[in-house]
């Protein structure tokens, strides 16, 4: 069973910075594209960001870009979202979801999901 592992969430200030992790076990996660997604109160789950299994391909939403930078580090099987100048509307639960081929920020494609981390941004 594939499954995957947020962590890192937390609350935070405006302007302050969180790191997210997405493990996994049991499989290893250089086969995978892996997305960051979000979801706040009353709102669809959205994409944040995606990176293809080998990392060298990336996609932002045009509301994180230049401030949250996505990696991967296939040695340690773990894949991060750096989330700088965190804003109020960046609260949220974060999810990780894992996706063979290539990455998109389109939920419904992902099959594998992790339970996801709270992000809270306020003052």
């Known amino acids: 069973q594939l499954q995957l592992v947020e962590s890192g969430g937390g609350l935070v200030q405006p302007g302050g910075s969180l790191r997210l992790s997405c493990a996994a076990s049991?499989?290893?996660?250089?086969?995978?594209?892996i997305g960051w997604f979000r979801e706040a109160p009353g709102k669809e789950r959205e994409g944040v960001s995606c990176?293809?299994?080998?990392?060298?391909?990336?996609v932002y939403a045009d509301s994180v870009k230049g401030r949250f930078t996505i990696s991967r580090d296939n040695a340690k099987n773990t894949v991060y979202l750096q989330m700088n100048d965190l804003k109020s509307e960046d609260t949220g639960v974060y999810y990780c979801?894992?996706?063979?081929?290539?990455?998109?920020?389109?939920?419904?494609?992902?099959?594998?999901w992790g339970q996801g981390t709270q992000v809270t941004v306020s003052s």
């Open positions: 990176v293809s299994s080998s990392g060298e391909s990336t």
């Open positions: 049991e499989f290893t996660l250089d086969n995978y594209a």
């Open positions: 979801a894992a996706r063979r081929g290539g990455g998109t920020l389109l939920p419904e494609w992902y099959g594998h």
